[in-house]
Nanobody
Framework: QVQLVESGGGLVQPGGSLRLSCAASGSRFIIYNMGWYRQAPGRQREMVARVTSSDKPDYTDSVKGRFTISRNITKNTVYLQMNNLKPEDTAIYYC????????WGQGTQVTVSS
């Protein structure tokens, strides 16, 4: 049973930065497909950034040039560096892993407000 634990959310002013971390435990194998999703109040959950076995990252258009996903593959850990944050980035951010089945973290709140 894979478990995902996120950390790094919080309150930041517009233009600020945050770094999210997600550590996957419970697997003896490398999890190649990991990523970040977010859900704002009243909106559907959307993909923010993800990496697969090709190691080529994929981003939703609204975060390109501002967010960077990276990982430590040997530790099954994925990170999301978020720069130049905007109020519209406010949401609960969820770590996601695809390893046979789909796994989700508990979510971490990111609030961008002055």
């Amino acid at each position: 049973q894979v478990q995902l634990v996120e950390s790094g959310g919080g309150l930041v002013q517009p233009g600020g930065s945050l770094r999210l971390s997600c550590a996957a435990s419970g697997s003896r194998f490398i999890i190649y497909n990991m990523g970040w999703y977010r859900q704002a109040p009243g909106r559907q959950r959307e993909m923010v950034a993800r990496v697969t076995s090709s190691d080529k990252p994929d981003y939703t258009d609204s975060v390109k040039g501002r967010f960077t996903i990276s990982r430590n593959i040997t530790k099954n850990t994925v990170y999301l560096q978020m720069n130049n944050l905007k109020p519209e980035d406010t949401a609960i951010y969820y770590c996601n892993a695809l390893f046979g089945i789909e796994y989700w973290g508990q979510g971490t709140q990111v609030t961008v407000s002055s």
